[in-house]
C-alpha cells in the first residue's frame, strides 16, 4: 500500500527509536522513557475499579464528564484562581498528545507558521506537520534552553500563529519564573501568537510555584491550556488530560474530537475525578518529594563525573553536556547502552540542538540511579577527555 508523503516524510520519534534497541537485552537500568516510577495512587485505581462494578464502561459525553469538567474547573480556580466554564473553556482529552494534535488540527491553515522550541518534546514538530503547519524552529541552547522575548522577537514573521510553549519543559526539566513568564507573554500579546501550552509538568516544580500562562494579564484569551494527569498522579496508561481555552477552539477542537475519538475511555476519566479530589493531594506531594531528593542526587553525581549540568527547576529530567567526550549524543548513548547497560535518550531525538547532550529521566529508582551513576563513571573514566 501506497503510504502518504507526509507520513514517509516524517520521522519516527528517536525516542521509541533508540529503546528498540533496549528491548531483549539484560540487566539494562533505563533512564530513558519520561515515565513515573510509581503506581497510580491506590485511592484512584480502587474508584475506577469500583465505578466499573457499578456498571461506568460506556461512552460518556465527547467534551467528559461533566463531573470531571467541573472537577478540573474548581481545581484550576483553588489552586490557581483562574476561572474556566466547565460546558463551554474545557474539553477532556486522551492524554496531552491527542489534545495536541486537535489543537493544531483545529487552528492552523495550510502554511501557517508554529514556533517550535530546538530541542522540544518529540510530538511538536509532527503534530504541526501534519496539521499542515510550517514548524519555524527556535533554537535555544544559547540561552540556556530557555525562551526569551527577544529570541521570540528575532523568529517572528509574516504568518507566524502560534508557539508550542512547554514548562516544566521535556527534555531539559527548564521553567520559568512569574516575572520571566510576564515578560514573554508581552510579546505573546503584541504579536496576537496563540500559545499552545503544555503545563503537564506544572505540579511537578521544585524551587518556587508555577504560575500557569492563562493566569497573566490578558493571556486567557490567546492561551490553550493543556494539563493531564500522567506526570504528577503517575497516571499514564489511563490516557486522560484536558484542555482549556476560548470557547471557539475548545468547540473546534471538540468537532475533530468527536469524529476521531469519540471521548477519552470512562475509566480514565473516573480516575481523574478521585485524582483531583484533596485526599489524593498527600500522594502527590509524596511523589514530588521523592523526585525532588533524586533531582539532588543525579545533578550532583553528574556534576562530580564532569558532565556539567544545571539544577533543573521542574519535571523529572536533566539535560547534562556530554561534550567534553567529544562524542555525539546517538554515539554517547549506543556506546553508554551497549557498554555499559545504561539507557538514556541522545539529545537529538529532541532537536537538533540537543546534540551533546543527553536526557536522563530521575522517574526512576533510587538505587537504579545510583547504580547507573556508578557504571557511568566506569564509562567516562575510558572515554572522558581533558
Ligand atoms: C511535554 C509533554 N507533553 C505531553 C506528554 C504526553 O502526555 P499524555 O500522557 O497526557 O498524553 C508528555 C509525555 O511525555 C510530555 O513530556
Not at 524551587?207 to 484569551?221: I, N, S
Not at 499514564?236 to 475533530?256: L, Q
Amino acid at each position: 500500500m501506497k503510504i502518504s508523503k507526509k507520513v514517509q516524510q516524517m520521522p519516527p520519534s528517536g525516542i521509541r527509536e533508540f529503546f528498540d534497541l533496549v528491548i531483549g537485552m539484560k540487566d539494562v537500568i533505563s533512564l530513558g522513557v519520561g515515565e513515573p516510577d510509581f503506581s497510580t495512587p491506590w485511592n484512584i485505581c480502587e474508584s475506577s475499579i469500583f465505578s466499573i462494578e457499578k456498571g461506568y464502561t460506556s461512552y460518556t459525553s465527547n467534551k467528559g464528564l461533566y463531573e470531571l469538567r467541573l472537577g478540573i474547573s474548581r481545581y484550576l480556580k483553588h489552586k490557581h484562581g483562574i476561572s474556566y466554564d466547565p460546558e463551554r473553556e474545557i474539553l477532556v482529552t486522551t492524554g496531552v498528545s491527542e489534545g495536541l494534535d486537535l489543537a493544531l488540527r483545529a487552528i492552523i491553515n495550510p502554511g501557517d507558521k508554529v514556533l517550535v522550541p530546538d530541542p522540544s518534546y518529540v510530538s511538536y514538530y509532527p503534530v504541526v506537520f501534519l496539521a499542515g503547519g510550517r514548524p519555524v524552529f527556535v533554537k535555544t541552547k544559547k540561552t540556556s534552553f530557555k525562551l526569551t522575548p527577544e529570541l521570540i522577537e528575532r523568529h517572528i514573521s509574516e504568518g507566524v500563529k502560534a508557539i508550542m510553549f512547554n514548562y516544566p519543559a521535556n527534555p531539559t526539566g527548564v521553567s520559568y519564573s512569574k516575572r520571566e513568564l510576564i515578560a514573554l507573554s508581552k510579546v505573546f500579546i503584541k504579536h496576537n501568537l496563540i500559545v499552545i501550552c503544555d503545563e503537564i509538568y506544572g505540579e511537578l516544580t521544585y524551587d518556587f510555584k508555577h504560575t500557569p500562562l492563562a493566569t497573566l494579564k490578558d493571556m486567557k484569551k490567546q492561551v490553550l491550556y493543556f494539563d493531564g494527569f500522567s506526570k504528577a498522579f503517575a497516571m499514564t496508561g489511563w490516557r486522560v488530560g484536558f484542555c482549556c481555552g476560548p470557547e471557539e477552539v475548545i468547540s473546534a477542537m471538540t468537532k475533530i474530537h468527536q469524529y476521531t475519538m469519540l471521548c477519552a475511555p470512562i475509566m480514565g476519566q473516573m480516575a481523574g475525578m478521585e485524582a483531583l479530589k484533596s485526599h489524593t493531594q498527600g500522594h502527590v506531594i509524596e511523589m514530588k518529594r521523592e523526585y525532588k531528593r533524586r533531582r539532588g542526587f543525579i545533578v550532583g553525581r553528574l556534576n562530580e563525573l564532569g558532565l556539567s549540568c544545571p539544577m533543573p527547576e521542574g519535571a523529572f529530567y536533566v539535560f547534562p553536556s556530554i561534550e567534553k567526550t567529544g562524542m555525539d549524543s546517538v554515539g554517547f548513548a549506543k556506546k553508554l547502552l551497549k557498554e555499559e547497560k545504561v539507557a538514556v535518550v541522545p539529545g537529538t531525538a529532541f532537536g537538533s540542538e540537543g546534540n551533546g547532550h543527553i536526557r536522563i529521566s530521575y522517574a526512576s529508582k533510587m538505587s537504579d540511579l545510583k547504580e547507573a551513576g556508578l557504571r557511568m563513571e566506569r564509562f567516562l573514566v575510558k572515554y572522558a577527555r581533558g
